[in-house]
């Protein structure tokens, strides 16, 4: 069985860095495809960050451009989300997700759809 493990949500102050990390456990080989999502009450969920396995091409959401950064872990199947420079309005649960499929496209490697196994969430709480 499948599982993915997040860790690191926390309360910030406006200005101030997170990172969150990921784990995905039961899974055979390299996750192809690892994301971060996030999502506030009555919105769709949103496509922060991603990463894929093989060329390490990674892709950032429009809110997370210029302060967020992505990348895998030495170990297979982590990822890490630095969050710097918060805003109030990156007030959401985070979630971590993986597919099992990469795509060259950003909108697709954004995209919720493009993903298998998705963890529970973490929540992020920036004040101002």
């Known amino acids: 069985q499948v599982q993915v493990l997040e860790s690191g949500g926390d309360s910030v102050q406006a200005g101030g860095s997170l990172t969150l990390s990921c784990r995905i456990v039961g899974l055979s080989f390299e996750a192809p495809a690892m994301g971060w999502f996030r999502q506030t009450p009555g919105n769709e969920r949103e496509g922060v960050a991603c990463?894929?396995?093989?060329?390490?091409?990674?892709y950032l959401g429009d809110s997370a451009q210029g302060r967020f950064s992505i990348s895998r872990g030495n170990d297979k199947n982590i990822v890490i989300l630095e969050m710097n420079n918060l805003k109030p309005e990156d007030t959401a649960t985070y979630y971590c997700a993986a597919g099992r499929s990469w795509f060259w496209e950003p909108r697709r490697m954004l995209n919720a759809g493009t993903y298998n196994y998705w963890g529970q969430g973490t929540q992020v709480t920036v004040s101002s």
């Open positions: 990463i894929t396995s093989e060329v390490r091409g990674s």
